[in-house]
C-alpha cells in the first residue's frame, strides 16, 4: 500500500462550505477516477493505524488544515486547489487520499474496548449476513429481508447481535414465534457481534478495494467475514 508523506498546504483561508456551492471562484476540487464522484467517503484512522470512521471529502479537507493528519495510505481521490499565493505565485493544492491517519486520542471506545458492541441496525445486519437469508440461504435485496429473533421476545430474547439474524420474509413468517428447533428450521451460520473495525467495513456506504484491505487486516482471523467478503466479490 502506498503511503505518503503529507503536505500541509495552505488551505486556511479557503471555506469549504463555500466552496461547495461554487461561491469561491479560484476554488476547485477534482475527484479522480479511483474516487468516482464527490461523495466517495474516505477512511479515517487513528495514528495507530485503527480504523475510526467514514468522514466526507471536506471533513478530510479540515483535518488537512487543522493539521490533524499524521500520514495518508491508499489511492488518491481529491485533489482542491485554492488560491494563488501572491509572494510565490503558486496555487496551493490539498490532496485527500483513500484512507487518512490522525494524530491524537480520540477517546472511540471502540478501539481500547474489547467488550464494545456496535449499534444494531438492519443495514448493518443485513451486511454482515451478506444479504443471505439464514435460514434458506438465499440471496435477497435489503427491502426484501427483515430481522429474524432467533430465540423471540416471547420466549425472552433479545434484541442483540447474537440474537438475530436477517431472514427473508416466507422464511420469518415460516418460523414465527418459535425458536429455530421448535419451528424445525436450521441456521446456516452462527450469528457473532462485529468488532469496531468490522462495524465500520459494514457501515461503508462504498468500500474502495483499498479501504477495503485495510479493514479487512483489522478483523479477527476467526471472522466469518473473511469468507463472505469473498463470497460478495466473486
Ligand atoms: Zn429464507
Same mark, same amino acid.
Given at each position: 500500500m502506498h503511503t505518503s508523506a503529507v503536505s500541509y498546504g495552505a488551505m486556511l483561508g479557503i471555506d469549504l462550505e463555500r466552496a461547495d456551492h461554487g461561491l469561491l471562484d479560484d476554488f476547485a476540487i477534482v475527484a479522480t477516477p479511483a474516487a468516482r464522484g464527490l461523495s466517495q467517503l474516505v477512511l479515517r484512522t487513528d495514528v495507530a493505524g485503527m480504523p475510526l470512521e467514514w468522514i466526507d471529502y471536506k471533513e478530510a479537507a479540515r483535518l488537512y488544515t487543522q493539521e490533524?493528519? #499524521? /500520514? +495518508?495510505? *491508499? !489511492?488518491? $481521490? /481529491?485533489? $482542491? /486547489? *485554492?488560491? +494563488?499565493? #501572491?509572494? +510565490?505565485?503558486?496555487? +496551493?493544492? $490539498?490532496?485527500v487520499n483513500s484512507i487518512v491517519a490522525t494524530v491524537g486520542h480520540t477517546g472511540n471506545p471502540g478501539n481500547t474496548r474489547h467488550d464494545y458492541v456496535p449499534p444494531l441496525?438492519?443495514?448493518?445486519?443485513?451486511? %454482515?449476513?451478506?444479504? $443471505?437469508?439464514?435460514?434458506? !440461504?438465499? %440471496?435477497? #435485496? !435489503?427491502?426484501?429481508?427483515?430481522?429474524?429473533?432467533?430465540?423471540?421476545? !416471547?420466549? *425472552?430474547?433479545?434484541?442483540i447481535w447474537t440474537n438475530v439474524v436477517a431472514a427473508c420474509r416466507r422464511c420469518n413468517n415460516q418460523k414465527a414465534s418459535r425458536t429455530p428447533e421448535q419451528a424445525r428450521m436450521q441456521l446456516i451460520a452462527v450469528p457473532f457481534t462485529p468488532t469496531y473495525a468490522e462495524y465500520i467495513f459494514l457501515k461503508g456506504r462504498r468500500v474502495l478495494a483499498d479501504q477495503m484491505e485495510y479493514l479487512v487486516a483489522h478483523f479477527p482471523r476467526s471472522s466469518p467475514l473473511h469468507d463472505r467478503i469473498q463470497r460478495w466479490l466473486s
Open positions: 490533524q493528519v #499524521a /500520514y +495518508t495510505c *491508499g !489511492s488518491l $481521490l /481529491y485533489e $482542491l /486547489y *485554492g488560491g +494563488t499565493n #501572491a509572494r +510565490t505565485g503558486r496555487r +496551493t493544492v $490539498l490532496e441496525n438492519n443495514q448493518t445486519l443485513f451486511r %454482515r449476513d451478506a444479504y $443471505l437469508c439464514m435460514y434458506c !440461504s438465499q %440471496r435477497f #435485496a !435489503s427491502r426484501e429481508l427483515s430481522r429474524d429473533h432467533i430465540r423471540p421476545f !416471547s420466549q *425472552g430474547g433479545t434484541d
